[in-house]
């Protein structure tokens, strides 16, 4: 992994964005991994926790993911975490392009994974990964895509983003979780 963070931190594709370069993979030990967007300024970027803010405390989508996981007998230690974008990106405008320009550095994380599932948090990592162009996220919600990334196969289920700001993101994402639960 550590040529991949090297790749990450020399990248200039999206500008000098600040990058999430001394850890870009939370190592779990599930058989899938959570893809967020991208890392936000104030969270694992700066506590080396996904999740996690520098006092130690699970932020909002932590804790919600965490009740999430806790249902199926899991927690955040246990997974598997990475973004689909490296950079921190302000403008949602530019996620589309920065996720296209980090899929090749996903795709070989990804493949030094034992990860076989792949639960993408919202649109964005979601569109990357199956490459193609979303109108109605609610559409792809909860379904099994079966993928293949760097000639390694994986099912891909996109979840709501577990934000506190969103109304789906814990209620919609149970029965997700359930469906996880029988996988696992």
């Not at 950079?87 to 996720?99: D, F, G, T, V, Y």
């Not at 034992?114 to 379904?143: N, S, W």
Request: glycine content about 10%; charged content about 20%.
């Amino acid at each position: 992994m550590q040529n991949i963070q090297d790749e990450i931190a020399g990248c200039k594709l999206c500008g000098q964005l600040p990058k999430l370069i001394d850890n870009s993979v939370q190592v779990g030990k599930t058989k899938f991994i959570v893809i967020g967007e991208s890392p936000a300024k104030d969270g694992w970027i700066e506590s080396g926790r996904a999740f996690y803010n520098t006092a130690g405390k699970l932020q909002g989508s932590g804790r919600i993911l965490e009740k999430l996981l806790n249902g199926i007998g899991l927690s955040i230690a246990d997974i598997y975490f990475t973004e689909c974008c490296k950079c921190i990106i302000e403008q949602r405008k530019n996620l589309a392009k920065c996720s296209k320009n980090c899929m090749p550095i996903l795709t070989r994380q990804l493949n030094l994974l034992p990860c076989e599932i792949i639960l993408t948090m919202g649109m964005h990592p979601t569109q990357a990964l199956l490459g193609e162009k979303i109108e109605r996220f609610a559409d792809y919600v909860g379904r099994e895509f079966a993928i293949t990334l760097g000639g390694k196969n994986y099912t891909l289920i996109p979840i709501y983003h577990p934000s506190p700001l969103n109304p789906k993101g814990y209620k919609d994402n149970l029965p997700i979780f359930e469906k996880i639960k029988s996988m696992i």
